[in-house]
Nanobody, 124 residues
Framework: VQLQASGGGLVQPGGSLRLSCLLS????????IGWLRQAPGKEPEGVAC????????FYADSVKDRFLISRDNAKNTAFLQMNNLKPDDTGVYFC??????????????????RGQGTQVTVSS
């Protein structure tokens, strides 16, 4: 199984980006998916996660009401829509196949597979 994140870039504060995560080697609907980010000099943190059937989604408090996680199992792709971006959102964003109970995944993001990240920089 491989995961490939894309869609990062440089954006001004208040702007938007949509990240994509393409899974290959298996079908996406087998997995819950999570997004993590790692800021320079910091530990990775869970940002958002979604259950395999999209019935459940969870967000870190820092991104709630600004980010939206979704998935299209037919396209083997998950998404992270990021709106009203702030400089603190800067970091490398990774998608991963989330393990464990999703309700607590953000606090301790465990994963079986994680892709290469995509850089998001929010700066004026």
């Amino acid at each position: 199984v491989q995961l490939q994140a894309s869609g990062g870039g440089l954006v001004q504060p208040g702007g938007s980006l949509r990240l994509s995560c393409l899974l290959s080697g298996n079908t996406l609907d087998y997995y819950s998916i999570g997004w993590l980010r790692q800021a320079p000099g910091k530990e990775p943190e869970g940002v958002a996660c979604i259950s395999s059937s999209s019935n459940f989604t969870f967000y870190a408090d820092s991104v709630k009401d600004r980010f939206l996680i979704s998935r299209d199992n037919a396209k083997n792709t998950a998404f992270l829509q990021m709106n009203n971006l702030k400089p603190d959102d800067t970091g490398v964003y990774f998608c991963a196949t989330a393990l464990g109970v999703l309700r607590v995944w953000l606090r301790r993001p465990a994963f079986e597979y994680r892709g290469q990240g995509t850089q998001v920089t929010v700066s004026s």
